[in-house]
T-cell receptor, first 112, second 110 residues
């Protein structure tokens, strides 16, 4: 199994541009999450989903949007990128049977 | 408000020198406390879940313990390959949101 995969690995955006970070899991997990990780800070939850068609805001949702049309995919959309969105983004998933989360390799995003 | 504080921020050990990492937490109702390992440039890797005070879990040289206010990750006779950042996180009974600490960076020198 591939687990949780994320694309792209790296991206540089100009201020005001938009992009979509892709996340796919092949473990048939119901729950999926998006986090951002800034240097010296803990992971901050952006959005999460408890199943296809159901999403909710986390701690830091401003400037982001998500959708969940299938169990496998949970893309994160950045509209009008700002320097404050420079970070490493991690997607994670967890099964219905347990709270532990399985993380993807991350996307390093720089906005200049 | 749920909160997780990890100490120390960084820990340097010699190979074979045992030590402990601390995770203090505040949560209205604990669903689970988690420990993850994160290597540079990679996503966190799940290690343990602890559910109630007094619980202990072990994996190779790592042992995690839980009280009502804190958790410890004990590292016995560490090796250089144990060098990583160790993250602690809590999830409360109210929902799916998980709060992470900033982590402890562990360096083990041969």
């Amino acid at each position: 199994n591939a687990g949780v995969t994320q694309t792209p690995k790296f991206r540089i955006l100009k201020i005001g541009q938009s992009m979509t970070l892709q996340c796919t899991q092949d473990m048939n997990h119901n729950y999926m999450y998006w986090y951002r990780q800034d240097p010296g800070m803990g992971l901050k939850l952006i959005y999460y989903s408890v199943g296809a068609g159901i999403t909710d805001k986390g701690e830091v949702p401003n400037g982001y949007n998500v959708s969940r049309s299938t169990t496998e995919d949970f893309p994160l959309r950045l509209e009008l990128a700002a320097p404050s969105q420079t970070s490493v983004y991690f997607c994670a998933s967890s099964p219905r049977t347990g709270p532990e989360q399985y993380f993807g390799p991350g996307t390093r995003l720089t906005v200049t | 408000e749920d909160q997780v504080t990890q100490s120390p921020e960084a820990l340097r050990l010699q190979e074979g020198e045992s030590s402990s990492l601390n995770c203090s937490y505040t949560v209205s109702g604990l669903r689970g406390l988690f420990w993850y390992r994160q290597d540079p440039g990679k996503g966190p890797e799940f290690l343990f879940t602890l559910y109630s005070a007094g619980e202990e879990k072990e994996k190779e040289r790592l042992k995690a313990t839980l009280t009502k206010k804190e958790s410890f990750l004990h590292i016995t006779a560490p090796k250089p390959e144990d060098s990583a950042t160790y993250l602690c996180a809590v999830q409360d009974t109210g929902g799916f949101k998980t709060i992470f600490g900033a982590g402890t960076r562990l360096f083990v020198k041969a």
